[in-house]
């Protein structure tokens, strides 16, 4: 198809879609003389991959740059191009290991990954961002005073387990290598608020079950 | 307590709690005499609660105030009270319902609401945020080119209800009123992170469960 076509398709203007081929965030399209490009279904994926990365996720350029560079490169092992997206996404600063309310809070998430046997989690612990933001809540919590540690988060996790193996079923009804690889993208940057979303409804629903509107 | 006190057993400097006091954001203490004001449980309660919000939430100081406005507000009911604080925090913006996706979005978070038999939550559906946040999402999604709707989010929807049936267990742990009150603003600060850290984790654990390191 023709940039004009791609556009229409997408819904992202031309200029966009040349700011972005400029930007290197779309690969340039097969060029058929001097002044016209064709480009393919690929494009399209990659452009409403980049929208999403930059318009909901609200990704600056070489953020999504980064994330792009992981999605495609086929060197890297499956683990690594799936978690690419989670792990490009803002994260919380470095916790204070100085901080004993820090290091107790390490200590009661080690626990509850023994408890789980998650093995996998335990082995990235300390480089994975979700493990660091982890101990981060973790520590804020009991700094408050409450008990919140290995024994209240274990019932949790066990939701949370049951939450990814339903995205990695519906990542695998995909077929894999780049498609796989986006969509876990699009999981990080859209599924992850619309699942905060359901469970503040779902507290709605609960709380009003519990305790009347009156 | 005194001032210094309650600053050595908060962590918040006495400069910081003024500051709080002047912004009406901690009640005055009981003026012993001229320049001395006693201090109780209540306050390091609130002083707590209030660092959280702006220390690990980033509310600014006019959100914080509405927040505690609701958190003290006794003639409303539990229901209302429990579910002020996620609704004080950021929000998405109001989705444009001229766009066909997102008419499209929200009569499949109406069909999922009715699947599920969430009735109190099709009650105020029309001024949740979390209703409005799940409608955005879901539009993004289908814009996206991906099927996703009443069917791909129930059962997302059902660990998100046991979610909360959790949260409220843990929250009845705690004596009714404003205790109550506190700690449901705290799990939407400091406990939705937690839950995000445990998706990630989850994923990560699950992904190289099945498709290795290499």
């Known amino acids: ?78 683990t690594i191009r799936l978690g690419a997206a989670p792990w490009a996404l803002p994260q919380v600063p470095e916790p204070d290991e ?32 979700a493990y660091r933001s982890l101990v981060v809540a973790v520590a804020a919590f009991r700094r408050l005073g409450y008990e919140w540690g290995a024994e209240q988060l274990a019932p949790y996790a066990e939701l949370m387990y049951r939450t990814a193996v339903r995205d990695l079923d519906n990542l695998e009804t995909l077929p894999p290598g780049a498609e796989r690889v986006e969509f876990a993208v699009l999981g990080a940057i859209l599924n992850e608020p619309a699942l905060r979303a359901l469970h503040r409804l779902a507290q709605e629903e609960e709380t009003a079950r519990r305790y009347g509107f009156e």
Chains 1, 2 share one sequence.
């Not at 509850?112 to 612990?125: D, I, K, P, T, Y």
């Open 1 to 78: 198809m023709r940039l004009a076509e791609l556009s229409r398709r997408s819904g992202v203007s031309t200029a966009t879609i040349k700011y972005y081929l400029r930007e290197g965030l779309l690969p340039p399209g097969r060029q058929v003389n001097a002044t016209t490009a064709e480009y393919d279904e690929g494009h399209l994926r990659r452009l409403r991959l980049v929208r999403a990365m930059m318009q909901v996720g609200r990704l600056p350029v070489a953020k999504v740059r980064e994330v792009l560079g992981h999605v495609d490169d086929e060197s890297l092992g499956s």
């Open 98 to 129: 100085d901080d004993a309310w820090v290091r107790a809070a390490r200590r009661e998430v080690e626990a509850l990954l023994g408890r789980l046997g998650w093995e996998n989690a335990m082995r990235v612990s300390t480089i994975s961002p």
